[in-house]
């Protein structure tokens, strides 16, 4: 891919233009390019040392202590991501990524579930937001969930250069929240938000983006509660005399996710092509109402969520014997396929961690302080983008040149009759394409 860098400072006006200072409109492409660029280490100084630069110092000022507000840059991220992949059919994917770290300094850090690792290890957590439409991924929002070892000591938090209005405890779902405000503030188009079971347990994040009217597709553990679609409220019929009630209560007990499905209809479903052909699980669905609503007491059964909104509760059976269960608040009138095609969608974030990680140097900063760390990842984000942006020109231009082709050829043959074949260019486009330099 010739002419990148040239091609990268274009494409990079926008931000640069939002920076303002000309030092700073300097130094962001620098970073950005040593992001994209050759070498295993992405923090500063090897970057600056591959750049072949004197600017290190300029460098290592800009992303960790440089006076200048990101949020018009994470503005414009959202703004390009949306030209790039926004749409009705595209989706929104809340996550969480793990960031490994040694010490106890660093902002954030704290022994918590590392999802990378797979266990409970010393590392930062950030809170993502992945933006996607058919197989390619944006990432938009990475924000840091600080834990409770860390809101409650303010010295520590003082000393990460935490802002203020980060230092009070927040949930990873009310992170989330606060993201996808912002996503929608700036008009980011997409159809469904989706999110892991890590997400869905919370009543208040479904509730939340049901409130935001938006449609969404999230896991729960097996033994999440739901009530049969035709739950009646009724007056409770007590034999002892007493008070009289005032609630009304469910006219049946609400039951485990699992335990619902267990004599549903299961059915063998395909969602897509795999690289080692269609992949495919089978996949139950009921309508059903959530035990979401207030805690009321009901008979002798202790306190009980009354039932919530109405939504699809849907199970998949994996090949390895794995089960998992879903919360989706589509129209009724969704079939089989198309809840499970919207609910495999989420994988595509795992693949922009993994890319993030491997490619860009996500997890090669090495400063202590919210500001560097935020800035480091808005980076990675940015060239990520970039990236993206080459990898759906280029689809572009050889699905162009295979209709010249095609068109060219016909016109030479003797007319015969026609037939029609799928195009393959989409999936024949590298899932990342990586910038020679």
Request: proline share 6%; charged share 25%; with cysteine.
């Amino acid at each position: 891919m010739p002419g990148w860098e040239d091609e990268l400072e274009r494409w990079l006006m926008p931000f640069l233009d939002r920076l303002g200072h000309k030092t700073r409109q300097r130094m962001c492409p620098l970073y950005v390019a040593g992001l994209i660029g050759p070498g295993d280490r992405k923090s500063v100084q090897p970057m600056a040392e591959r750049l072949v630069t004197s600017n290190y110092d300029q460098l290592h000022h800009f992303i960790a202590d440089g006076v200048w507000d990101a949020t018009p840059l994470e503005t414009e991220l959202l703004n390009q991501a949306d030209r790039l992949v926004g749409g009705r059919d595209a989706v929104l994917v809340i996550d969480d990524t793990s960031l490994p770290k040694k010490g106890e300094r660093s902002v954030g850090v704290a022994a918590q579930y590392a999802s990378a690792l797979g266990k409970t290890a010393n590392c930062q957590t950030l809170v993502s937001l992945t933006l996607a439409r058919g197989e390619v991924p944006v990432m938009v929002a990475l924000r840091l969930f600080l834990p409770d070892s860390w809101t409650s000591d303010m010295p520590r938090l003082k000393r990460a250069r935490v802002p203020i209005e980060h230092r009070t405890p927040r949930s990873k779902p009310e992170i989330a929240l606060a993201e996808i405000d912002r996503a929608m503030a700036a008009n980011m188009r997409f159809g469904c938000v989706l999110a892991d079971a890590g997400y869905g347990l919370s009543a208040p994040f479904r509730q939340g983006l049901t409130e935001r009217g938006l449609a969404w597709a999230v896991g729960i553990p097996r033994h999440q509660k739901v009530y049969p679609v035709d739950v009646k409220l009724i007056w409770p019929i007590t034999k002892v005399r007493g008070k009289p009630q005032k609630h009304h209560v469910p006219d049946i007990l609400s039951i485990g996710a699992e335990q619902m499905l267990a004599s549903a209809k299961w059915k063998t479903v395909s969602w897509r092509s795999g690289t080692k052909g269609r992949l495919k699980a089978r996949f139950a669905a009921l309508r059903v109402r959530t035990a979401d609503g207030p805690p009321q007491r009901i008979w002798d059964k202790g306190q009980q969520h009354l039932p919530g909104d109405e939504v699809w509760l849907i199970g998949e059976q994996r090949a390895s014997g794995e089960s998992k269960y879903y919360l989706a608040n589509l129209p009724a009138t969704t079939d089989l396929r198309t809840l499970a095609a919207t609910i495999k969608a989420r994988w595509i974030c795992e693949q922009a961690h993994q890319q993030l990680k491997e490619e860009l140097g996500l997890d090669h900063f090495e400063g202590r302080s919210w500001q560097g760390l935020h800035r480091h990842a808005l980076m990675t984000m940015i060239a990520y983008a970039f990236l993206q942006h080459r990898r759906l020109a280029y689809a572009g231009r050889k699905k162009k040149n295979q209709r010249a082709s095609a068109s060219t050829n016909h016109a030479r043959r003797t007319p015969c009759h026609r037939r029609s074949h799928p195009s393959a260019a989409a999936s024949a486009m590298p899932i990342l394409p990586k910038a020679n330099p």
